[in-house]
């Protein structure tokens, strides 16, 4: 099984989604591989609209939030909380080195995410760019994103992301996927590599012709 996981950070508005999903679904509802799990990752305030949409005529598509709280349920003004994403999403990304950078969030505000993911039965993507940072245990998959990669068009070569995982000493349980300036130009030479299981999208999977134009 490949992941092909969209994250669509903070750049669509709702008219963008709808064109997104309208011109996905009419590629997408003519491919069928069952060793393919495509995950969109829209902006939260969208998810329920487009979600819907794209279920009617893709029901094999799986959703993701692009963040969630580090507290439960309460008095957090603001906040977007597992329990409030558990029957929206089935996988959540945390740890992302853009909410590393931009939020100041440690590898402590990435383990209570974690945790709450598993409360409320959501598959955690963890994003990671250094072998110091902490995998928590209830870790359902790592995305180890190269700053120097992402966003850049920079795209780590394959042998030096598999060095990086070797240092991870991973257990078979969690799944590793690369993500970092990916393109339909150099996807084949990563998914030829058993020892990655999928790949995290950002800049390429803004446009649904350039996300359809990676699925093997």
């Not at 750049?11 to 509802?29: G, I, P, R």
């Not at 799986?62 to 439960?72: C, E």
């Not at 120097?148 to 078979?172: C, Q, R, T």
Request: contains cysteine.
């Amino acid at each position: 099984m490949h992941y092909f996981i969209a994250n669509w950070k903070a750049e669509k508005n709702l008219n963008d989604c709808y064109e997104w999903v309208k011109t996905f679904s009419v590629q997408a509802m003519k491919y069928n591989n069952s060793n393919i799990q495509i995950i969109i990752c829209p902006p939260i305030a969208f998810l329920t609209s487009i979600k819907s949409y794209l279920l009617s005529s893709i029901p094999s598509i799986k959703f993701g939030a692009q963040d969630l709280s580090k507290f439960d349920n309460g008095k957090y003004t603001g906040e977007t909380t597992a329990q409030m994403l558990k029957d929206l999403v089935d996988y959540v990304i945390i740890g992302h080195s853009e909410r590393r950078t931009n939020h100041n969030e440690t590898d402590n505000h990435v383990k209570l995410k974690v945790e709450q993911a598993y409360q409320h039965g959501i598959k955690s993507i963890v994003c990671i760019s250094e072998t110091t940072q902490i995998i928590p245990s209830k870790t359902n998959m790592i995305a180890f994103e190269p700053l120097s990669a992402i966003a850049s068009g920079n795209n780590y070569p394959v042998d030096s992301i598999i060095e990086f995982k070797k240092g991870l000493n991973l257990p078979s349980t969690i799944n590793f996927l690369y993500g970092g300036s990916v393109n339909k130009k150099n996807i084949d030479s990563y998914l030829q590599n058993q020892e990655i299981d999928g790949f995290l999208i950002g800049t390429a999977s803004l446009d649904p012709h350039d996300f359809f134009s990676l699925l093997p």
